[in-house]
């Protein structure tokens, strides 16, 4: 079954540390997506890429970087720039055209120790 | 820029009742509109869509109908069962410049339904 799946489910980072989310789909899609969601907060969009090798930022990349070597592949890394990064973070796709909906995986959650 | 708002919760129903959870929303042109739900400790699901003045998107018993002059998307359900507990949101997409955008969401609304 085609989906979107990202790993690990559950993360723990050490202050001053870089963490790196994997995001994989086998949808076809071009377009792929990272949200940030926040208790009360709904969700943000941290990153998105349009097409292999080009991504664009969000309403709030501060302290995130991501790459896009492959269509299928849209890591995330939160760097220690990020100074607050305990979240669920969600991975999305969809087709190159506007306006379609987008499909998510289900999530990782990362904590600081 | 864009912004969509949604009424807060949680909101809680017995079951068997009319579900109406309220979406509005504010675009520079003429946004698509969705419902996604999202279940406890998982990513979210699309429930319904509509693309255009008018359009009814349904789906599992829920509707929503895009209402340009209110710029409204109200989500509806005749009847709730307690599975339909999750928190619920309503998005929109819109692209100036061509191609695929992120979406635009509200805060999210958590529905509890009581046996």
């Known amino acids: 079954d085609g989906g979107i799946t990202q790993s690990p489910k559950y993360l723990f980072r050490k202050e001053g540390q870089n963490v790196t989310l994997s995001c994989e789909q086998n949808?076809?899609?071009?377009?792929m997506y990272w949200y940030r969601q926040d208790p009360g907060q709904g969700l943000r969009l941290i990153y998105y890429s349009q097409i292999v090798n080009d991504f664009q930022k969000g309403d709030i990349a501060e302290g995130y970087s991501v790459s896009r070597e492959k269509k299928e592949s849209f890591p995330l890394t939160v760097t220690s720039a990020q100074k607050n990064p305990t979240a669920f973070y969600l991975c999305a796709s969809s087709g190159f055209v506007s306006r379609q909906p987008q499909h998510f995986g289900d999530g990782t959650r990362l904590s600081i120790l | 820029g864009n912004s969509v708002t949604q009424m807060e919760g949680p909101v809680t129903l017995s079951e068997e009742a009319f579900l109406t959870i309220n979406c509005t929303y504010t675009a520079t042109g003429y946004p698509s509109l969705f419902w996604y739900v999202q279940y406890p400790g998982e990513g979210l699901q699309l429930l319904l869509k509509?693309?255009?003045?008018?359009d009814k998107g349904s789906n599992k018993g829920f509707e929503a109908t895009y209402r340009k002059e209110t710029t409204s998307f109200h989500l509806e359900k005749g009847s709730v069962q307690v599975s339909d507990s999750a928190v619920y949101f309503c998005a929109l997409s819109e692209s100036g410049g061509g191609g695929a955008d992120g979406l635009t969401f509200g805060k999210g609304t958590h529905l509890i339904i009581q046996p």
């Open positions: 509509a693309t255009k003045a008018d």
């Open positions: 949808l076809n899609h071009d377009a």
